[in-house]
């Protein structure tokens, strides 16, 4: 009877843990889920012009194999969702809708505005300041420690003082210390 009672015991217990661990599973300490908050682009570029914050623009297709990569391994990583939620806004646009987005003086559909900052494959990463000004454009796929170190770069205006190359190996230094 007693080994009865330990095994349920045992079990509800198994039970309970697995069930706290998948329900909080994402969650940080502070109840923000540990994930990327995306907006869409014209909430995102009123919030970046607000909050003056650099503008990170997804520029993906729902057919595409290294965007969905892209969204599991660089957009889930830790490393990065914390720098984003700190720092950045994120904005996810479809290439391929036709639905029209005001920007600046016009409305531009997805493809419009994917054709006007120059994407040429998928996914592209257009990075803009808080104003809306183009900083630059990453074609393909982008590992996680790599985008990490670009978001760095730009957010932090490294760009105007040095080179891409110099900057990595001063954070590889900095890292080091």
Known sequence: MRKRILILTLSSLAVIVFAFTTLTRGVEG??????IVWQTFEKGVELAKKEKKMLVLDIYTDWCHW??????????????????????????LNAETDKKFKFKEGSYSGRQLSM????????????????????????????AVRFTLILKYLEGNWYEKMKFDEFVKKEEQRNKS
């Open 67 to 92: 965007c969905k990569i892209m969204d599991k391994d660089t957009y889930g990583n830790p490393e990065v969702v914390k720098y984003a939620q700190e720092n950045l806004v994120m904005v996810k």
């Open 116 to 143: 006007m900052f120059g994407v040429e494959g998928f996914p592209s990463t257009i990075f803009l300041n808080s104003e809306g000004e183009m900083i630059t454009s990453v074609s393909g796929f982008i590992p």
């Open 30 to 35: 502070n109840g923000k889920k540990n994930e």
